[in-house]
């Protein structure tokens, strides 16, 4: 039987990492947080792995996000050595990853290209790996019952409720409400929003001219982007 006892969230930052973390979290039957402090919820595959030695006595899921450390590196021989581990990888259009902007800065854009190219990268090395489950944010935002079915098909998991009822279950603390704004429903206007601003528009037309690999590496993750 294919066990899932822990779940590890992977992808850029202001992908949706921490949206999915707690959508297992507060949907899946057995799902449990990990939190390495009361304020932080974000570890290295090899800490999640350390918590399952040894086995829990009763049913459980474990669900963390990757930290930033971490965000970048992932050791392919360690993650076949604990198949009962299973990795949820975020996707984002590259233009909202570009042009959100930091929390604590208004007008500073979180994510450098040079970062993404990386996490695009990384996401290459390990997307055909069994234990990984490739979870677009567009899809999550607009459909996200049927995210929910196919991650419990996948994990081996049962719900316990649905994906679009589970942010009135979200716990509340600074990590939380800091990476995605606000504790609210799932918004399907969160998806686009570069179209509207003129600023945005050119400072990502730069963005493409200076990073090409930008280009072909969303293409080979299913985004097709225009640089002109």
Known sequence: MNITRAIYIQGCARSGNTLIRELCVS?????????LAEHRAECSLAHLV?????????????????NYENSLAMDRKFLRANPDVKILWMLRDPRDILTSTHPDQPGKFYVTPERLIQS??????????AQVFTVRYEELVTNADAVQNRIAQS???????KFVEAHKFFPR??????????????????????????????????????????????RECGYEINPV
Do not use: T
Request: net charge positive.
């Open 120 to 129: 695009l990268q990384l996401y290459g090395q390990f997307k055909e790996e």
């Open 173 to 218: 603390f600074h990590e939380n409400v800091r990476a995605m704004h606000s504790i609210r429903p799932i918004d399907a206007n969160s998806v686009q929003k570069w179209r509207n601003n003129p600023a945005h528009q050119q400072y990502l037309q730069q963005i493409f001219a200076s990073h090409p690999a930008i280009v072909s590496l969303a």
């Open 50 to 66: 350390g918590l399952l030695r040894p086995p829990a006595a009763g049913p459980r899921v474990l669900v963390a996000s990757r």
């Open 155 to 161: 994990f081996n998991l049962v719900a316990s409720r």
């Open 27 to 35: 949907a899946f039957q057995g799902a449990e947080l990990v939190k």
